[in-house]
């Protein structure tokens, strides 16, 4: 069973930037589409990012043009850019399969954008 483990989570200021990373257990990030999600206090967990099956990228609304999925396929790691972050953004952070998450998640990253 493959191990995601998400990291790169912290406090920062309303307009900071942080990178998220996900590190798998194995080499899946080339035969799998790998995506972020997240889950603020409250709310359901959603989607945020993806790849899809061409190589593109798909943001949800409310991150695009501040968020950029990336991948290094040779260390089996996903990235999250995230720039101009907004409060709104504070949530726990997940890498999962997309666009249908396996059951399985990791423990995630907390994200906490406050001044």
């Known amino acids: 069973q493959v191990q995601l483990v998400e990291s790169g989570g912290g406090l920062v200021q309303p307009g900071g930037s942080l990178r998220l990373s996900c590190a798998a257990s194995?080499?899946?990030?080339?035969?799998?589409?790998m995506g972020w999600y997240r889950q603020a206090p409250g709310k359901q967990r959603e989607w945020v990012a993806q790849?899809?099956?061409?190589?593109?990228?798909l943001y949800a609304a409310s991150v695009q043009g501040r968020f950029t999925i990336s991948t290094d396929n040779a260390k089996n790691t996903l990235y999250l850019q995230m720039n101009s972050l907004k409060p709104e953004d504070t949530a726990h952070y997940y890498c999962?399969?997309?666009?249908?998450?396996?059951?399985?998640w990791g423990q995630g990253t907390q994200v906490t954008v406050s001044s």
């Open positions: 999962n399969f997309a666009p249908i998450p396996s059951a399985s």
């Open positions: 790849f899809t099956r061409a190589g593109t990228t």
């Open positions: 194995g080499s899946i990030f080339g035969r799998n589409v």
